[in-house]
């Protein structure tokens, strides 16, 4: 088995999610790899872009299990559709209908975006405002998650407090699929404070694909 940890939006392997995952995987004795989504060129981030590095990195004899952080748990679902070797999802505050609910937020900042082809996102590992290309957003609003429709077992984790992607997202996308499972909890978008509770619900599934 094969695992990977997709990170979130402006973010990279170096948050705090992904490092307290990679080094639960190190106590099993099993690799994680963490690939950095922004490939050292954030401006032309897409999620086809997304999905397209992590399909170079899939290996097509082995299983693969998939956990991925908001717009990487998105990416992650997307990766699942396309390939069969895809056998497990874990998504943590996945970003289902992110552009509904991330672009009207921005208001007259996305017509300036429109305009100019260019926003000012603020980058959590960087720790500062970074351009983004307008090519995101059109991009994005190419896929539509009414498409996942292939059933792989996806266990959903999501925080009722979450103010970037609101829980009924994650409702609505098990709303159809029985090989999707959801865990609420009493958290924020973020997750942090819940990530010991987290593991513990993945621990078991992650050990039986050992033994």
Same mark, same amino acid.
């Given at each position: 088995?094969?695992?990977?940890?997709?990170?979130?939006?402006?973010?990279?392997?170096?948050?705090?999610?992904?490092?307290?995952?990679?080094?639960?995987? !190190?106590?099993?004795?099993?690799?994680?790899?963490?690939?950095?989504?922004?490939?050292?060129?954030?401006?032309?981030?897409?999620?086809?872009?997304?999905?397209?590095?992590? !399909?170079?990195?899939?290996?097509?004899?082995?299983?693969?299990?998939?956990?991925?952080?908001?717009?990487?748990?998105?990416?992650?679902?997307?990766?699942? #559709?396309?390939?069969?070797?895809?056998?497990?999802?874990? *998504?943590?505050?996945?970003?289902?209908?992110?552009?509904?609910?991330?672009?009207?937020?921005?208001?007259? #900042?996305?017509?300036?975006?429109?305009?100019?082809?260019?926003?000012?996102?603020?980058?959590?590992? !960087?720790?500062?405002?970074?351009?983004?290309?307008?090519?995101?957003?059109?991009?994005?609003?190419?896929?539509?998650?009414?498409?996942?429709?292939?059933?792989?077992?996806?266990?959903?984790?999501?925080? *009722?407090?979450?103010?970037?992607?609101?829980?009924?997202?994650?409702?609505?996308?098990?709303?159809?699929?029985?090989?999707?499972?959801?865990? !609420?909890?009493?958290?924020?978008?973020?997750?942090?404070?819940?990530?010991?509770?987290?593991?513990?619900?993945?621990?078991?599934?992650?050990?039986?694909?050992?033994?």
């Amino acid at each position: 088995m094969q695992y990977l940890y997709l990170h979130g939006f402006a973010s990279s392997p170096r948050s705090s999610k992904a490092q307290y995952f990679r080094d639960r995987f !190190e106590e099993l004795g099993q690799p994680l790899l963490i690939p950095d989504l922004n490939q050292e060129d954030f401006f032309h981030l897409t999620l086809s872009r997304q999905i397209e590095q992590v !399909e170079a990195l899939l290996t097509p004899e082995e299983p693969i299990t998939l956990i991925g952080s908001s717009f990487g748990g998105l990416t992650a679902a997307w990766l699942a #559709e396309k390939h069969p070797q895809v056998v497990q999802l874990f *998504l943590l505050a996945p970003a289902f209908e992110f552009a509904i609910h991330w672009l009207p937020r921005l208001g007259d #900042e996305y017509r300036r975006w429109q305009a100019t082809g260019v926003l000012e996102v603020y980058h959590y590992t !960087e720790e500062r405002p970074l351009p983004l290309s307008y090519g995101f957003a059109k991009d994005l609003l190419e896929y539509d998650d009414r498409q996942l429709q292939r059933p792989v077992p996806t266990l959903i984790f999501h925080g *009722l407090q979450d103010e970037v992607i609101p829980i009924d997202a994650s409702r609505r996308y098990c709303e159809g699929r029985p090989w999707v499972s959801r865990v !609420e909890l009493d958290s924020d978008h973020a997750l942090k404070d819940v990530q010991p509770a987290i593991w513990g619900m993945m621990y078991p599934i992650i050990y039986q694909q050992f033994t």
